[in-house]
């Protein structure tokens, strides 16, 4: 199959249609570099509100990585349809409940990813940015047995909103929930795994969209192996990362990050 153009929307990554459950109703993305070897890695990455998830993942350097590395990369998008800022819908239960909505759509990309590519089913990573980096977060509570690690770049914890309005609360730091009752949510959202992956969580202190202050609670013991905590100052507009500068820096970030998490994946 030829690969799209690099320079297309989707950034040379290739649509699979078809690809199994899909509740959430989102588009995959995903990029092979050629002659992989068998039992490769894979790195699912998220994209932040406004983005297309190929051109993002692109231009954020993980198509570079994946040739350097040997890894295989999974880039789910939303739709329009679903939110009209193409953000991933981590405030609604329906999207971030186990086996339902966006969660059990990227749920069914990654299964499809490893059988059709004999990717290794041990070494799946996730990151995310924003509001993919509040997907992330549910993606590793909602499966935890699917993920050896992820990395959270200006996110938000699992939980701590069930709607809209309390999404834009949390994300100027206002929440009526602790950390005790977050790592229950997280506890109840799926069966306790042999082991639960690592997590690096990347965030300004100057963050004017989404707030710092969750970094600390963001898990619990009940909810990460070991969470590592690593707090860059930066800033960004309120309307997000708009410059290339600012994406960059934003994505190196989050390279870093999951690289962290990877090693200490033992």
């Not at 297309?8 to 990554?13: A, E, I, S, V």
């Not at 070897?37 to 998830?53: D, E, F, I, K, S």
């Not at 795994?193 to 997590?199: A, N």
Request: aromatic share 6%; net charge positive; proline share 6%.
């Amino acid at each position: 199959m030829q690969r799209p153009a690099a320079g297309g929307q989707d950034g040379g990554f290739t649509e699979v249609r078809g690809f199994g459950f899909n509740p959430g109703g989102l588009r995959m993305l995903a990029y092979v570099p050629e002659d992989l070897p068998a039992n490769a890695p894979l790195v699912v990455v998220l994209h932040g509100c406004t983005q297309r998830a190929g051109a993002h993942a692109r231009a954020a350097g993980w198509v570079t990585l994946a040739e350097r590395l040997g890894f295989a990369v999974l880039a789910p998008e939303q739709d329009c349809a679903n939110n009209p800022n193409r953000c991933f819908n981590w405030f609604e239960p329906g999207d971030i409940t186990r086996g339902s909505g966006e969660a059990a759509s990227i749920h069914a990309m990654v299964g499809r990813m490893v059988r059709t590519h004999g990717l290794d089913a041990g070494q799946v990573f996730v990151t995310g940015l924003s509001a993919g980096g509040a997907m992330a977060t549910v993606l590793l509570a909602t499966y935890p047995e699917t993920f050896a690690a992820g990395s959270v770049v200006a996110g938000l914890p699992f939980g701590v909103a069930g709607n809209m309005q309390e999404a834009f609360a949390a994300m100027h730091g206002a929440s009526r929930l602790d950390s005790e009752h977050l790592g229950a949510k997280v506890s109840d959202a799926a069966p306790t795994p042999r082991r639960r992956p690592r997590l690096a969580i990347w965030h300004g202190q100057s963050d004017s969209t989404v707030a710092s202050r969750f970094i600390s609670i963001s898990t619990s013991p009940s909810g990460a192996r070991q969470t590592e905590r690593v707090q860059r100052p930066r800033t960004r507009t309120s309307s997000g990362c708009s410059s290339s500068s600012c994406r960059a820096a934003h994505w190196r970030a989050s390279v870093w990050a999951l690289l962290l998490a990877t090693v200490l994946s033992d």
